[in-house]
């Protein structure tokens, strides 16, 4: 439920509150015959004052006690004409304001006390009634310490779940330093002993004038992209932390002869690590799969800064087909789990007019 559904929930309530109150009390006046227009109303403005105790307890109190207050000097009523009184004292202690609550209860009581004969049916209404009160402010101070305990419980639960987060982003941290290890010792060596046999191998060829296979230069040719395939994916199992900005990114797209060019929508915002991390990750992956498959192509890679939210938005012309499915390789599975993570949606997909387009929505502050 958003902030403001909350409010209005909590304002229709206070309101039905102030209405059942203003109701009960009103009903009881009305049997009573000497009941005048002016205790109608005081009545009714003392119960209404019960619509705003969240926002202002102590205006409150002081409105509801001052109007119960004229009411019982003026028309000598029963115990129930103080429930608007009672609600006040209760709100008032709930919120941490015990002395105005005794207060105000003591000044109620003093007034009850003096309307009409001291008689002993006087005494009793008037110990009934401070029993009330302090039933009010009780109830009041003891919602006050469960409203507390449930916020830190709370605290508590969401401090487990940030070190539970924690311990985790730690545990996969070193299972991708295990798998870098293992990659590395175990690819690295296997795949340098076939482009170093395939290196002999086109040298020998050259050397005694013979021509070289188009398979033997291949091999070589392959097992070189192999190994700058392995160290980079060494280097990003080694650490996920982006090592620049989307800038740089489309600077360096740039230099190896990318047609690219970066633009920037709205105010630019802090973002968090991780929405920050994402947003450099889908535009390397991005800038990536246009030079491996879009051809000579060009790249715009566009930043928009919304409320709450920062989209990435990377097209280009190349030679994508609209119409052939696009099966989902490794980037783009990436992509979408850090996406999804986040709260986020992706949609890749060859555009209608030809070539490739990725768009990534990521809410901004998010931090896991």
Known sequence: MNRHALVTRRGLADAATAVVVGALVLTVAAFDEDTTALDYVVLAASSAALGWYRLAPRAVLAVSTA????YVLHAHPGPLAALPVLGAVHAAARV??????AAASGLYLAAYITTGPTTQEVFEKAGLLTGWFLCAVVTGLADRNWQAYLRQTEQRALEAERTREEVALRRAGEERLRIARELHDSLTHSISIVKLQ?????HLARKRGEEVPDALLAIQEASGEAMRELRATLEVLRTDEPTGTPAVLVERARAAGLAVEL????EEKPLAATVDRAVYRIVQEALTNAARHAGPAKVGVRLAYGEGWVTVLVEDDGNADPNHPVTPGIGLRGMAERVTALG???????RAEGGFSVRAELPLGVTA
Request: glycine share 24%; hydrophobic share 45%; charged share 10%.
């Open 344 to 350: 986020g949606t992706l949609h890749a997909a060859p």
């Open 96 to 101: 941490g304001h015990r002395g105005w609550a």
């Open 67 to 70: 109007f119960g207050m004229a």
């Open 263 to 266: 633009t920037t929508e709205g």
């Open 198 to 202: 395939a290196g002999v191998a086109v």
